[in-house]
C-alpha cells in the first residue's frame, strides 16, 4: 500500500520539479570584476579590484566577493577581503545574503560574520548593504551606484560607499565614527558589454591612512 501511494505521489514530485525548474530553478552563474585599477597615494600608484560573482538559481544562490589594494604587479597587498554568502531571494529584485567575510594583508587576519542585503532600489540604483560582526570590531557598509546612459555606449556611474562603525577597537573605527568612506564619479566606454575601460575620480573622507583625499583613476570593467 505505502508503495502504490509513494508512487502515486512520484509524478506531482516531478511536476513540481519541473514547475521550479521553469519559473527560475534553473542553475546560472555571473562574474563581474566591477572595478579593476589604478590610483596614487601619496605619490605612489597602487591597483584596487573590487569583485563578485554567484551561482545558483532566481531565488538560492552562493556568492563569492573580494576586494582590496595595493602594489598588485609586484606582488605587495595591502588589504584583502574574501566573503563566501549564500543568499535567498527576499523580493523582486532583492536577496538576502549571510556568511563570513576573512580579511588579510599587511594588518592583522580577521573574520566576520556577515549578513547582507542586496538588489535594485526604487529608479534602479544598485545597492549593497552588510552589517560586518566581529570580536574586536563590527561596522556597517552601504554600497550605491547608478547608471546613467548617456549613450548606446557611454555611461555615466556616480557610486557612494559609507562605512558606519558600530563598536570596536584598536586602530578601527569606534562606534558612530565614519571611516573608509567614499563617492565617486567613473565614466566608462563599452567597447562590447562585457569590457568597458573607464576613467573616473573619487573623493575619500575620513581615510583611516590619509584623511581626505581626492585622486584621478583609470581601470577596466569585465563581466560574462
Given at each position: 500500500?505505502?508503495?502504490?501511494?509513494l508512487l502515486?505521489?512520484?509524478?506531482?514530485?516531478?511536476?513540481?520539479?519541473?514547475?521550479?525548474?521553469?519559473?527560475?530553478?534553473?542553475?546560472?552563474?555571473?562574474?563581474?570584476?566591477?572595478?579593476?585599477?589604478?590610483?596614487?597615494?601619496?605619490?605612489?600608484?597602487?591597483?584596487?579590484?573590487?569583485?563578485q560573482?554567484?551561482?545558483?538559481t532566481?531565488?538560492?544562490?552562493?556568492?563569492?566577493?573580494?576586494?582590496g589594494?595595493?602594489?598588485?604587479?609586484?606582488?605587495?597587498?595591502?588589504?584583502?577581503?574574501v566573503q563566501?554568502l549564500?543568499s535567498?531571494?527576499?523580493?523582486?529584485?532583492?536577496?538576502w545574503q549571510?556568511g563570513?567575510?576573512h580579511?588579510?594583508?599587511?594588518?592583522?587576519?580577521?573574520?566576520?560574520?556577515?549578513?547582507?542585503?542586496?538588489?535594485?532600489?526604487?529608479y534602479?540604483?544598485?545597492v549593497?548593504?552588510?552589517?560586518?560582526?566581529?570580536?574586536e570590531?563590527?561596522h556597517?557598509r552601504l554600497?550605491?551606484d547608478?547608471d546613467?546612459?548617456l549613450s548606446?555606449?557611454?555611461?555615466?556611474?556616480?557610486?557612494?560607499?559609507l562605512?558606519?562603525?558600530?563598536g570596536s577597537t584598536g586602530?578601527?573605527?569606534?562606534?558612530g565614527?565614519?571611516?573608509?568612506?567614499?563617492?565617486?564619479?567613473?565614466?566608462?566606454?563599452?567597447?562590447?558589454?562585457?569590457?568597458?575601460p573607464?576613467?573616473?575620480?573619487?573623493?575619500?573622507?575620513?581615510?583611516?591612512?590619509?584623511g581626505?583625499d581626492?585622486?584621478?583613476v583609470?581601470g577596466?570593467?569585465?563581466?560574462?
Amino acid at each position: 500500500m505505502k508503495y502504490a501511494l509513494l508512487l502515486g505521489l512520484l509524478p506531482l514530485s516531478l511536476a513540481a520539479a519541473e514547475h521550479e525548474h521553469d519559473h527560475g530553478g534553473q542553475w546560472n552563474q555571473f562574474w563581474m570584476l566591477e572595478r579593476f585599477e589604478q590610483q596614487r597615494r601619496d605619490g605612489q600608484p597602487f591597483e584596487l579590484w573590487d569583485a563578485q560573482g554567484w551561482l545558483g538559481t532566481d531565488y538560492r544562490k552562493l556568492w563569492l566577493k573580494s576586494e582590496g589594494h595595493g602594489q598588485v604587479a609586484d606582488g605587495a597587498v595591502d588589504t584583502a577581503e574574501v566573503q563566501v554568502l549564500f543568499s535567498r531571494a527576499l523580493a523582486p529584485f532583492w536577496d538576502w545574503q549571510a556568511g563570513l567575510r576573512h580579511d588579510a594583508g599587511e594588518g592583522p587576519s580577521r573574520d566576520y560574520a556577515v549578513l547582507g542585503l542586496q538588489g535594485l532600489a526604487p529608479y534602479w540604483f544598485e545597492v549593497d548593504a552588510a552589517l560586518f560582526v566581529a570580536p574586536e570590531a563590527s561596522h556597517l557598509r552601504l554600497d550605491a551606484d547608478y547608471d546613467l546612459r548617456l549613450s548606446q555606449r557611454w555611461i555615466l556611474q556616480p557610486r557612494l560607499q559609507l562605512n558606519l562603525g558600530i563598536g570596536s577597537t584598536g586602530q578601527s573605527a569606534g562606534a558612530g565614527d565614519l571611516f573608509d568612506s567614499s563617492i565617486a564619479l567613473r565614466l566608462r566606454y563599452e567597447i562590447v558589454r562585457e569590457f568597458a575601460p573607464y576613467l573616473g575620480v573619487e573623493r575619500e573622507i575620513g581615510g583611516r591612512r590619509t584623511g581626505d583625499d581626492t585622486r584621478v583613476v583609470a581601470g577596466v570593467r569585465l563581466w560574462y
